[in-house]
């Protein structure tokens, strides 16, 4: 069984990660940390901890910092970053860090899942140990460049839903998908449709606003960082 780590700053969002991870098959959860802090600490006093899902905004460190300190103190638990974070410098910095994987929110179960079986799959050849020839050498180095499963639903844009959960992100408070369409340019139901898909991955919140009478109005909200 692979033990797992979650490490992310927003405690429903880790929720969201780990039940995704309990489903594929061979994975275990072992524990979950909301700050650079707090990852540390059960990395060190897990037994058997095998990977961590590594968010990268975290409110005492970044997950750089992480990967960073756990090398500094001998540990070579294996890391792949879950995180919004989409700038080139950020990738190239974990990837140098040693991180073996990077998963851009807001993503599928089958996004993770491929990862996973990825990681497992690496985790298979290098137990088998002994000496490897080239080719068992380009099968280890290239265990996780697997083409990934897409990331969103069929029939969802990357463009819109970077659209929309920019706009949500910055709104600085609830919006309606009304009140998304209008700012982003999209329709209504085009904006229901991906405050939805960014409600199901943990990235927004719906609320609701009660008027003087009727249904009450759906409202979402950003509800994590990174």
């Known amino acids: 069984m692979i033990e ?36 540390l600490r059960r990395i060190e006093a897990l ?31 294996d890391v792949i970053m879950v995180t919004a974070a989409r700038d080139v410098s950020t990738v190239q910095a974990a990837m140098r860090h040693g991180a073996l994987q990077y998963l851009v929110k807001p993503f599928t179960f089958a996004g993770l899942r491929t990862k996973l079986e ?8 290098l137990d088998s140990g002994g000496e490897a020839g ?8 290239g265990a996780l460049s697997a083409p990934a499963a897409p990331e969103l639903p069929k029939g969802h844009s990357p463009t819109t839903a970077e659209l929309v959960r920019r706009c949500l992100m910055n709104a600085g408070g609830p919006l309606s998908a009304q009140e998304i369409a209008e700012r982003t340019g999209v329709s209504r139901q085009t904006a229901q449709r991906y405050l939805k898909l ?29």
């Open 4 to 39: 797992v780590l979650i490490v992310d700053d927003d405690a429903r969002v880790a929720r969201v990660n780990a039940a995704y991870v309990e489903k594929v098959p061979g994975f275990h959860v072992a524990g979950q940390a909301h700050d650079a802090a707090g990852a």
């Open 47 to 77: 037994p058997g901890l095998d990977l961590v899902l590594l968010d990268h905004y975290l409110p005492d460190e970044t997950g750089l910092a992480v990967i960073r300190e756990m090398r500094r103190r001998g540990l070579q638990t």
């Open 118 to 125: 990825a990681y497992a799959q690496l985790r298979r050849t």
């Open 134 to 141: 080239q080719a068992q050498v380009d099968h280890i180095f």
């Open 198 to 226: 960014l409600e199901r991955t943990g990235q927004a919140r719906l609320t609701l606003k009660y008027g003087d009478a009727g249904r009450p109005e759906h409202r979402y909200v950003w509800a994590a960082r990174g």
